[in-house]
């Protein structure tokens, strides 16, 4: 795993400190970590050095069903607006069809 998960507990909610590199092969292992939590629970990508694109699609996906992004590098939190864009675009074009 190249990327790191820590779990902390905020005043409202949890709080998943990512660090490293996050790549599709640390997916499931964030996914299933986010699953676990009773409740809601934020991600921290403060320590994030890098992620791929399977990474951004998983956090704009995430997002956009609720879950917050804290402490995001300029870079993510742009390639995560303009995927959810996409991903906004793509949904309302399957509506028209």
Known sequence: MS???DRVLGEHDVV???SGR??????D???AVLEAEAGSAAISLENVELVDREVVKFL???ELSGTVLR???AYIREWVTREQAEQ???SGDADDA
């Open 88 to 90: 906004t675009k793509k």
């Open 29 to 31: 292992t964030l996914r």
């Open 16 to 18: 998943l400190g990512v």
């Open 60 to 62: 704009a996906q995430r």
């Open 71 to 73: 402490n995001c590098s």
């Open 22 to 27: 996050i790549t599709k092969q640390d997916l």
């Open 3 to 5: 990327c790191r998960i």
